[in-house]
Structure formats: structure tokens, C-alpha cells
């Protein structure tokens, strides 16, 4: 049952599949393969998914931080606001209680003086205090008097302001009180020749009652030193860097972690890219709003910094404290870090599982595919791997055990059918010798006549045939057929042709007869409908001539020595098997020496090129003109190599077959073409005249005497009227065939054919024709009297359905 | 074939000229019938210009000289040419026709 030719088929290409699977036959991974590709998809889904969960929290978590951090500032300035304060009350309530004593009628200058001396001894902010007089207000001699306590080295010092240098009337903390009529703290500034220190002064404005009017007496002041707000400041920090400072509602930088900056404008210490948001922020900074901002530029670190600002009570100053958001969001940052970290870990722990995983999963489709390439090589005892899950690998693994036991049905079926086929090719081959054995082979060697013939099937069998042989020793009969279609039906059909033929022809019935017999018996049991062109041909050997009936078929050729061709294109009836009353006539052609009939099938002329052009006649017809010296059997050889070699690389459609029939040269006396005339005339009484001309010009061409030719016409004139009013009676036209021939000089030969009823002249008793009195002549006998009188030599031979004459006349 | 007519007392003389065969012998045919039918019974065949007699031709001569000698009339030939004389002669149609060398010896007969 094996047939190793079956195999290649289902071989599926190893090279693609071996790059799967390494020497240990374990599946690697291939590229594009499954767990690649489930891989990727995760790593993408899951990148994904991270991505909108880190940003959400990333966010969430930075505004709480913002919130926290807020809070944070908002605590650390109330704070330190609050420590402010309670620095600046006890500086604020104690010159304002002063101030109060200083209104009764006698106060006692100098226990003012020593209380507020003993104040700037204790309290630690207050360094210094004085009590500046309008002028004249302290003594009406006096023009200025400014007491001054001041505390350095744990001891207080007294001294006296008033000094034409230090003109303290037009000192801000002097002027602005006693303008606005309420105390006030000053901006910072250096107190050259009072405090000689950067401080800030609170003043307090106190009044006389002169006259019962409240008059502007003075102004009891205390210094503070900025540096008790550094040591505050200090401990409101945030973070790592951040810092506060404070400043007043004009923006001068009371204090700051950077001396540098004390004393300075807000807006010369901040120095931004974006001046006008910063501006902004300053501005609203400077009127007192708490606000918490985050400021790009409104930084002294140069980074973008959160800030946070607030007004101290009671004062004109403003708390702010800022911080670097790099540093709010260190721990995000850090926490973020980490977290991507973990991310990246466990993305590549994933991908190992995904791999480790989708490959457990794959590994049986991995297994199948190796089960599948064996099996695709053809073997097909390869176990499939077994699964007792009900998953879809289980499935498919069934499927394909359900297909491989199918295809080991199919092969075995198939090559059951192979092997039928084989022996139907074998009886085939049989049939094909049976048919080959049909025809007729090797051509009796002769003098005169020479044949070759050829049928090449396109198939086992064909539908052509060819035929050959001798009715008696002077008759051939040749026949060359087509059947319709091709294979075990039409050559059935030829061999019942061929059957027929070898049969019914025969020297006693007219050919055409013959063939009108054979296509009504070919009618009658044709329940296919096929049918067959033919033609066949009776020649005679002795004379050349040949009679033929073209039942539809392609048309013969004759090739004449020095290539001269005449196609034989009378058709004589429709072809057989097509319909049973179809009548045929025949034809007649005159064999000269030298002479070949080119007898063929459309398997020849429609030989199709692999360019799709058909052979044609010409190049058969080249290759018989040019090889006059070749014997027909080796001009047939030379045409099938032709038509093959036309043929190359295209299938041969249809059978090839070929017939060359040639009459050869005669040694000696040979009949030049010029003694030879033939002439074809219809059974019409009026063709006399084209007879009569024809003898007439073929005397005067021979030399014919005229009484001679007056003679032959006489004889030719009785033999065909007697044919036109005897032969006939079919109503049909009919040809009758007249040919002269010069046999030797002062021999005319003539013959004369026509296809009538049987009658024999010679048989016809004129002996007593002439010996009769008038009163006994018969009107009638004549004519054949005439032509047995004026002949040397006369025969008839009734032959092929045909009435033959031959004359012969000396002159 | 042409035929010319000419009559010289009781005498009808009938000249042939040309062929006479197969596809034209009707016309002498019909023309003797007629004359026949006339109760014309001297009739001259003057075949010094026949070229041709084939055996249709010659029918309707006999046929002629069967009617004329059956009403007692005369029917001679005369003139021929030696091809046509031979003709005649094979035929034995000399033995039954009255032939003359020339016309004047013919009508001598009348």
C-alpha cells in the first residue's frame, strides 16, 4: 500500500518549521511567536494601567503634599507671628503707658526716664528708649532736650540726643508720630549718632494739656534691635532650605536669614525672570494678604519655591516664609523613585512569568506542530500528544488526529484509485496496440506506387485512422478518417468506420454508393451522435486515376514533380454518421508519375505552438515539395518530426495522422505532361461543343489529320450523347471525364468515364447494322456502329460505379 | 449549321453548310418534316458544305427517305465530301441513299 511517489505532496517546507524547534526538540521561543507576543501585549497593558495609576496618585498625593506643606507654612508663620508679638507687646505697652504719664500736670521726668531705663535693662528686645521734647516743652528755656537710656554691656548709659548734628525733629520716628498723632514703628534703619545700629523704633506721641487744649509735648520712643527677629526667623524654617524673613508694608527687609539683604527693598532682593508675576505677588504681599503662592522667581535660591505670607499684628511688617518645592516633593520624589523601581522589577519578573507561562501554554501546540511536520513527511504512525483537558489545544489536537486518520482514508482511497487508473492505463495501452495493430503496415515494395502512412494519438487511443489496400491487383484503396472527439469512444467509432469500409467497398459498386451505404449504417447505430470525416480512394494502379469521395474532411493535396500543388477541394457529401439520407458523389483525379496525394487530419494543420499559432498547410506542403527523392513512409517520419517539434512543450491535442500516396517516375517513354489532356463535362448536351473544341485544338496540337479528327469526333460525339441521354436518370448533375492521351507519336489514346448505369458497348450486337434495306434499318445502333468502325482498338471495363471507355486510334 | 433553300421546278434543293450533329440535327429535322408534311416529295440534299454528319444527323436523312420512298417521291443526295462519303459508306447508308457527284446529275433524276 505504500507509494512513496504520494509522499512529496503533503510535505509541508521543512527549513520554516526547523527554525522552531531546537536539536533537543524543545520549543524555543520564535519571533512573532506566542509568548512573545502575549509578552508584549501584557507589558503594554500593563504599562499602561501603571501610568494612569502612578499619575493619579502622583498628583493626589502632591496636593496633599501642597495641602500639608500649606498647613504647615500657615502653622510655622502663626507661630512665629505669635512669638513676634509677644516679643513687640511689652514694647508697645510700656512707652504707651509712659506716654499717659508723661499727660499729668508735673510728671516727674526723671522716674519716667528711670522706669523706661529700667525696661530697656530688662526687657531682652528693647535696647534702647528716649524722650524727645517739642521745643521748649521740657523747660521753657530749653529749645531741645532728648533724654536717651540705652543698655550695652548689661549697664544702661544715660545721654543726651539733643544736639544741633543730630536734629531728631526731622527724624522719621519724631516726625511721623507726632504728624499722625498715634504711635508707630518705624522702618528700619541705622540710627547714626542715636542707637548708631540698624533698628527699628516704636513711638509713642504724648501730649500737655496747656490751657485745657491737648498740645503735642513729645515722643517717647524704644529702639529694637533687628537681631532679636533673626534669632525668631531662625527657628521658622521649613524644610531643608527653606527660610523666613520679614519685612515692612513698604517692603524693607527687616530681617533675613541674609544680612546682606536687611534694609534692602523686597524688590531689589528678589530678582526674577517673570517681573511682573512677581511684581504681582509683592504687591499682594505688601497689603497684607495671607496668602500661600508658588512662586517660579520670588525667591532668593533661584528655584520654584512655595511661599507664604502673612501680616503681623498690630505692626505694618510682613511675615513670609518660602521653600523650595523640589524639597516639598523630595519624599514623593523619593517615594516615586522607589516605586518605579518596583515597577521595573516587577515588569521584568513579569515578563519572565508571561514567558515561563504562555510557553507552558504553548508548549503542546509546539508538541503538535512537531507531531504535525512528521506527518506532513509522510509518517503517519506519529503518535499525537494527548490531553485530558477540555481546552482548545485539546480540541484542536483532536481535530487533527480526526484529519490525519481521514487523510491515511484518503491516501489509501487514492491509491486504490491509482492503481485502477494504472490498470485502465494498461488495458488502454492494450487497446492502443489492438488499434495500432488495425492498421495496415509496410507498403508492398513496387515499381509504380510507393505509400507511407502515419497515426501518432494524442491519447492511448485515437479517433483517427488511416487505411490501405488492394481491392485486386490493379486496385488500391486508401482512406484517411477523423472522428469526433478523442479517446475510447472515438476509436471505437473509427475501428466501426474502418470495419465498414473494408466491407462495402468493392470494385462492382460506385464508390460514392458505397459511402452512401456506410453513413447510413453508421446513422443507424450512433446513439452518441458522433460522426466522422473521411476520404476514400480507389486508384488505379495501372492508369493513375484515381476516384475519391471528400465526405467533409480537410482537403488533399496533390504534389506534382517540381512542386507544383493542387488542392483537391471538391467536397462530396456531409460527413458520416450525421445524417442517414445524406447522399455523396465522387470525384476523380488523374495520377501522373511522379504525382503524390498528401492525405492529413486537423491533427496535423491545428497542431498548436506553445506561442498558440496553428501549424497550417504550408509547412506540410514545404516538406513534401522540397523532398521529392524522399520514399512517402520517410516523408511522413520528416512531417510527424515537423509538426512535433512545432509542437514543443504543448500537450498534443489531437491525433496526428498522415498519408502520402506517390505514383513513381516510369522508367523510359515517359508521358510528358503535354501529351496528356483530360477534360471534366457535365452530363449536358451542350457540352458537345466544349468537346468538340477540345478535340479539335489537341488535332491541330498533335498533328491529327482531319479526317481523323473528323473521325474521333464523330466516335466521341456518339459516346457522349449516348451517355447524356442513356447513363442517367437520376436527374442529377453527373461529370463525365474525357482524357486524351498521346501514347506514342501516331497513337491517341482516349478515355472516357462517367458514374451512369452500367453498359457495355462492346456487348451490343451492330453486326448488321449496315446489311439492312431501308425498310429494315433501325433508327438507333449507329452511333456505336460508328465508333467500333472508326477505332483501331476499343474496351470497356465497368469499375468503381464506372462506365470506362478506352480508345486507341492511329494516325 | 446553316441551311438554304432553293426550288428549280418540281424540285426542292436544300443546301447544307456546317455541322450536322447531335445539338442541331432537330432544325433539319423539323424543317424536312414540314416540307414533307407539304406533300413536297422531290427533295435535293446538296451536301457539298456539310462538314459533319454524326449518326443523329444521318437518322434524320433515313427518316426522310423512308417517308418520300413510301410516297413514291424522290429523295437524293448529292455533292458529298469525301470524310462525309466515307461516313456513309460505313454506315451502308450508300447502299440505300441515291447519290450523286454534283448537283446538275442530281436534278438530271427529277
Not at chain 1, 181 to 208: H, I
Request: with cysteine; charged share 25%; aromatic share 10%.
Amino acid at each position: 500500500m505504500s507509494s512513496p511517489v504520494l509522499h512529496p505532496t503533503f510535505t509541508m517546507e521543512p527549513e520554516t518549521n526547523d527554525e522552531a524547534v531546537n536539536k533537543r526538540g524543545k520549543p524555543l521561543l520564535p519571533k512573532g511567536g506566542l509568548a512573545i507576543r502575549y509578552t508584549r501585549f501584557f507589558i503594554l497593558a500593563f504599562l499602561l494601567v501603571f501610568s494612569i495609576a502612578f499619575y493619579y496618585t502622583f498628583s493626589y498625593t502632591r496636593a496633599i503634599l501642597d495641602e500639608d506643606a500649606s498647613q504647615r507654612a500657615s502653622n510655622i508663620t502663626d507661630l512665629t507671628i505669635s512669638r513676634i508679638s509677644n516679643v513687640i507687646r511689652p514694647v508697645e505697652q510700656v512707652p504707651s503707658t509712659l506716654s499717659t504719664a508723661l499727660e499729668v500736670e508735673k510728671p516727674d521726668y526723671r522716674m519716667i526716664l528711670d522706669l523706661a531705663k529700667e525696661f530697656v535693662l530688662e526687657d531682652t528686645v528693647v535696647f534702647g528708649s528716649a524722650i524727645a521734647f517739642e521745643p521748649y516743652m521740657f523747660d521753657k528755656k530749653i529749645y531741645r532736650h532728648c533724654p536717651y537710656v540705652f543698655e550695652t554691656r548689661n549697664t544702661v548709659i544715660e545721654r543726651d540726643l539733643s544736639s544741633a548734628e543730630y536734629d531728631y525733629f526731622n527724624k522719621d520716628w519724631y516726625r511721623i508720630p507726632k504728624q499722625l498723632g498715634q504711635a508707630v514703628w518705624s522702618e528700619p534703619y541705622y540710627d547714626k549718632g542715636g542707637g548708631d545700629t540698624l533698628m527699628c523704633t516704636y513711638s509713642v506721641p504724648f501730649y500737655r494739656h496747656i490751657s485745657g487744649k491737648r498740645v503735642f509735648a513729645g515722643v517717647i520712643t524704644m529702639d529694637i534691635s533687628l537681631g532679636t527677629f533673626m534669632h525668631i526667623l531662625a527657628s521658622a524654617r521649613v524644610y531643608k532650605t527653606g527660610f523666613s524673613y520679614l519685612m515692612s508694608s513698604k517692603g524693607i527687609m527687616i530681617a533675613h536669614p541674609n544680612k546682606a539683604y536687611i534694609n534692602q527693598d523686597i524688590h531689589r532682593v528678589v530678582i526674577g525672570e517673570s517681573r511682573s508675576q512677581t511684581d504681582s505677588a509683592i504687591r499682594l504681599m505688601l497689603k497684607g494678604n495671607r496668602m500661600f503662592v508658588k512662586m517660579r522667581d520670588l525667591s532668593h535660591v533661584k528655584v520654584p519655591s512655595w511661599l507664604y505670607t502673612a501680616p503681623v499684628p498690630h505692626t505694618n511688617w510682613i511675615f513670609a516664609i518660602t521653600f523650595p518645592t523640589r524639597e516639598l516633593y523630595a519624599g514623593l520624589y523619593d517615594f516615586f523613585y522607589n516605586l518605579i523601581a518596583i515597577f521595573l522589577i516587577s515588569l521584568a519578573a513579569m515578563i519572565m512569568l508571561t514567558i515561563l507561562i504562555t510557553g507552558k501554554f504553548i508548549r503542546p501546540i509546539s508538541r503538535l506542530v512537531e507531531a504535525t511536520h512528521r506527518i506532513g513527511q509522510g509518517d503517519f504512525g506519529t503518535a499525537l500528544p494527548v490531553y485530558t483537558s477540555k481546552d482548545e489545544i485539546s480540541q484542536l489536537t483532536n481535530a487533527f488526529s480526526h484529519m490525519k486518520d481521514e487523510l491515511v482514508n484518503y491516501i489509501a482511497n487514492l491509491q486504490d484509485a491509482t492503481a485502477a487508473r494504472e490498470k485502465i492505463e494498461s488495458e488502454l495501452s492494450v487497446a492502443h496496440d489492438i488499434q495500432m495493430g488495425l492498421l495496415p503496415k509496410n507498403f508492398p515494395a513496387r515499381d509504380d506506387w510507393d505509400l507511407g502512412a502515419l497515426l501518432n494519438p494524442a491519447r492511448a487511443v485515437g479517433g483517427d485512422l488511416y487505411d490501405y489496400y488492394f481491392l485486386d491487383d490493379n486496385h488500391l484503396f486508401i482512406a484517411i478518417g477523423d472522428v469526433s472527439g478523442k479517446g475510447v469512444p472515438a476509436s471505437l467509432f473509427m475501428v466501426t468506420a474502418r470495419i465498414l469500409f473494408r466491407s462495402r467497398v468493392s470494385l462492382n459498386v460506385p464508390l460514392n454508393q458505397s459511402v452512401y451505404e456506410i453513413n447510413k449504417e453508421i446513422c443507424r447505430e450512433n446513439p452518441n451522435q458522433m460522426f466522422v470525416t473521411f476520404i476514400a480512394g480507389i486508384v488505379d494502379l495501372k492508369n493513375g486515376c484515381m476516384t475519391y469521395c471528400n465526405a467533409g474532411h480537410n482537403p488533399p493535396f496533390l504534389v506534382r514533380p517540381g512542386g507544383r500543388i493542387k488542392k483537391l477541394g471538391d467536397v462530396h457529401g456531409i460527413p458520416l454518421g450525421i445524417f442517414e439520407h445524406a447522399t455523396y458523389t465522387s470525384g476523380s483525379v488523374l495520377f501522373e508519375p511522379g504525382d503524390a496525394i498528401l492525405l492529413y487530419t486537423d491533427g496535423v494543420t491545428e497542431a498548436i505552438s506553445s506561442a498558440g499559432s496553428f501549424y497550417g498547410e504550408e509547412p506540410m506542403l514545404e516538406i513534401v515539395r522540397h523532398n521529392p527523392d524522399l520514399c512517402p513512409a520517410d516523408l511522413i517520419n520528416r512531417l510527424e518530426d515537423d509538426v512535433i517539434g512545432f509542437m514543443k512543450g504543448v500537450d498534443q491535442a489531437d491525433d496526428i495522422t498522415l498519408l502520402i500516396l506517390r505514383s513513381k517516375a516510369r522508367q523510359g517513354g515517359e508521358t510528358k505532361s503535354t501529351d496528356m489532356k483530360q477534360i471534366s463535362l457535365p452530363n449536358k448536351l451542350g457540352e458537345l461543343n466544349r468537346l468538340v473544341a477540345e478535340l479539335e485544338q489537341t488535332a491541330e496540337e498533335w498533328d491529327i489529320p482531319p479526317k481523323v479528327s473528323m473521325e474521333l469526333n464523330l466516335v466521341l460525339e456518339e459516346l457522349f450523347t449516348n451517355v447524356v441521354f442513356y447513363a442517367f436518370d437520376d436527374g442529377r448533375d453527373h461529370d463525365i471525364l474525357v482524357r486524351f492521351t498521346r501514347v506514342a507519336p501516331g497513337i491517341i489514346q482516349i478515355c472516357i468515364e462517367d458514374d451512369g448505369k452500367e453498359f457495355n458497348l462492346l456487348e451490343k450486337d451492330t453486326s448488321d447494322t449496315v446489311n439492312h434495306t431501308i425498310e429494315e434499318r433501325q433508327i438507333g445502333g449507329l452511333g456505336i456502329h460508328f465508333v467500333k468502325k472508326l477505332v483501331n482498338e476499343i474496351s470497356y471495363e465497368r469499375k468503381n460505379g464506372k462506365n470506362i471507355v478506352l480508345l486507341t486510334r492511329n494516325y | 449549321m446553316e441551311l438554304i433553300e432553293r426550288k428549280t421546278g418540281k424540285c426542292m434543293i436544300i443546301s447544307i453548310k456546317g455541322r450536322l450533329d447531335t445539338i442541331n440535327y432537330s432544325i433539319l429535322e423539323k424543317r424536312l418534316t414540314e416540307l414533307l408534311d407539304q406533300n413536297i416529295d422531290r427533295i435535293l440534299i446538296n451536301c457539298a458544305q456539310m462538314d459533319y454528319v454524326s449518326s443523329s444527323g444521318l437518322r434524320i436523312l433515313l427518316m426522310a427517305l423512308k417517308r418520300i420512298t413510301m410516297v413514291k417521291g424522290k429523295f437524293v443526295l448529292c455533292s458529298l465530301q469525301d470524310n462525309i462519303r466515307e461516313i456513309f459508306e460505313i454506315s451502308g447508308f450508300t447502299t440505300i441513299f441515291e447519290i450523286h457527284p454534283n448537283e446538275e446529275d442530281a436534278l438530271g433524276v427529277f
